[in-house]
């Protein structure tokens, strides 16, 4: 008896990636690509409407992240099976989304046929987590400043997230459904948090722990033009 095709929802802002793995998925048999999304709240739509075997998500994306996608899904089915697939793994981030319920995670740079067996495996109920995610996880150096920021909440760690890539406090209010004061008020509570005097301070902060690249100039600010 043949198992049951397993329905797939793609979440990823780059349309020719989602291609990319449609056609992959569905050229090896077993899957469905039922939907697509770009973004965290079509992810969440889409999600509702098609309530498909498993998720395959994406983190950074304009707007919310794949973090906060994952956050409303599961808030909504605590059973949903997200397994998150992106270049943006670091240590921290994986943390974040394990806490979250999320039940797998992968490298974009895993051989291909790494995706099928990691969604087969979260599709059926099982956890996944990539081999070089696990030794990452397992040996990766636990720094003082690491530690602080996973004292943060799940939401104040997706304000942080976004703040820290650039992000206005209009920006986030928006792409979180929140209003600006509410924005404004937990980005205090971060900077008490996090012992730090000034958004710059935090983007720093985040430099040096991997979860952004750059450093802004002194006299810029994150978010601005």
């Known amino acids: 008896m043949n198992d049951p095709v397993i329905h797939v929802l793609i979440v990823d802002d780059h349309a020719v990636v989602r291609s990319g793995y449609r056609t992959y998925l569905e050229q090896m048999g077993g899957f469905e690509v039922v939907a697509e999304a770009d973004n965290a709240a079509e992810a969440y739509a889409q999600y509702k409407r098609c309530q ?29 099976r997200i397994l998150v697939f992106s270049m943006y793994v670091e240590p921290i981030v ?6 979250l319920g999320v039940r797998g ?12 067996e990691a969604a087969i495996a979260v599709a ?35 304000i942080f997230q976004m703040l820290v890539s650039g992000a206005s406090i209009d920006d986030i209010a928006q792409a979180l459904n929140l209003s600006s004061k509410t924005v404004a008020n937990r980005l205090s509570q971060i900077r008490q948090k996090l012992d730090a005097n000034s958004d710059i301070q935090l983007v ?5 722990i991997g ?8 006299g810029s600010r994150p978010g601005g033009d």
Do not use: H, N, T
């Open 105 to 116: 995670m992968l490298s974009k740079d895993s051989a291909p046929e790494q995706l099928c």
């Open 204 to 208: 720093r902060m985040a430099a040096a």
């Open 52 to 80: 498909p075997d498993i998720v395959i998500m994406d983190i950074m994306m304009p707007g919310a992240s794949g973090i906060d996608a994952s956050r409303r899904i599961l808030a909504f089915d605590r059973d949903a």
């Open 211 to 218: 979860i952004v690249s750059w450093i802004p100039a002194p």
């Open 124 to 158: 059926r109920g099982q956890r996944y987590l990539g081999g070089e995610l696990a030794m990452a996880m397992a040996f990766s150096p636990r720094s003082p400043r690491a530690e602080i920021v996973e004292k943060l909440s799940g939401r104040e760690f997706e």
């Open 94 to 99: 994986v943390r974040q989304a394990l806490g």
